[in-house]
């Protein structure tokens, strides 16, 4: 786990020499927002520069690296005054503190000491009301279509409920524990149809199975537990979760409970390496196949069909994951995006790629060298990891 993750950085699209550049930084159950101002920064000459050249390199989006450095350099000064002010680490996390973390404004000023040194500065702490809202869009919002939501007979949970057993790299909560049994924890973004498409595939799936047990008893796909819903009580600040004619003002959709997968990695992290033998790659395929069957049988699309939506579990077998719908180029054609036909030739496409591995001498395979890197195993849905709400 990074003790600092750098969530963002913005700064002016249209090139000003006298942008400010802004951090966001989290670390150890704290939200940080760390302003570099170049009218603060103009008492030394020598950090003005350092500043402009910042953000040029920001700016031109470097191809060669120096985007991170900068980000880090920018970052570094700060870390002690962050240890300083977040909060000490919970002995037990729950969901709830990930959420709606403490804020605070950092400033960078010009040290008195050296005037080509950055100082420090707290400028100010943030109230829950006041603080970034998680998952917010400012585009176009679906609040209408989840009234059913808050009527189903799917678990809910507040994020209080949630204890938190793993992050990702961006320090975004993955495992969790709801009631004694482990799930993969996926944040809800409010305003995008790729997440309501998926909920939407996924609650069909709970009633095909409820409704006929057999259709996808055997099939190894991921699968919706619950919803994690906060109100009032926990946001502090009125967050309507739909706008329909039902008063459940206040409330919010926090994210999904999911199937917690175990896995090695990704199909496509897996298939080509000189461990994995022809036989791993028919039977994934085999499973493949059956799972794609499976969901057209039930009146679900897979949709984006591709070895990243397919995780391989410690047993060595595939589950199909990401029922976001959409499509990705080279894997379905975008004339038959979320159709049967357009997952046939998605799982077609797999197929042929999983034989064209199968062809390669294992002399051509290497773990260090060319080939793609493999992804640490663990407990994740969406053949990704989530890097923020």
Known sequence: MQEFYIESITWDTTFNLESEITLYVRHSGAAFRICYDPRILAVSPSVLDQHHESYRILHNDDPDG?????????????????????????????????????????????????????????????????????????????????????????????????????????????????DGTVYFFKPWVSGRVHGYHELQSYRKILADTEASPPLLADARICRLYGLIIDNDDDVLQHYSLDNGEEDHSGTRLVGLLLTCIDNRGTLKDL??????????????????????????????????????????????????????????????????????????????????????????PVTRIKRNGEGEGRRQGGSVEGGKEVGGL
């Open 66 to 178: 120096e985007y991170l450095e900068v980000a880090e350099r920018l970052r570094k000064p700060f870390e002690e005054l962050m240890t300083q002010m977040a909060p000490p680490i919970e002995s037990t996390r729950h969901l709830h503190s990930y959420l709606y973390p403490p804020w605070f404004i950092l400033e960078a000023r010009v040290a008195e000491s050296s005037s080509s040194h950055i100082q420090p500065h707290f400028k100010l702490a943030l109230s829950r009301q006041e603080s970034p809202r998680p998952g917010e869009y400012n585009g176009m919002f679906l609040q209408a279509h989840l009234s059913p939501l808050l009527n189903s007979e799917l678990n809910r949970y507040s994020s209080r409920q949630v204890q938190v057993l793993a992050q990702t790299p961006q320090l975004v909560p993955s495992r969790v524990l709801v």
């Open 271 to 360: 298939a080509p390496w000189d461990d994995c033998t022809n036989e791993d790659r028919l039977r994934w395929s085999g499973q493949i196949h059956h799972a794609v069957e499976c969901l057209h049988n039930a009146g679900v699309i897979w949709g984006d069909a591709k070895p990243e939506n397919v995780l391989i579990d410690m047993e060595g077998d595939a589950w199909l994951i990401d029922f976001g719908g959409s499509y990705t180029p080279g894997w379905v054609d975008e004339d038959k995006r979320e159709t049967v036909e357009g997952d046939r030739q998605g799982v077609q496409r797999i197929d042929d790629w999983l034989t064209r591995w199968s062809r390669q």
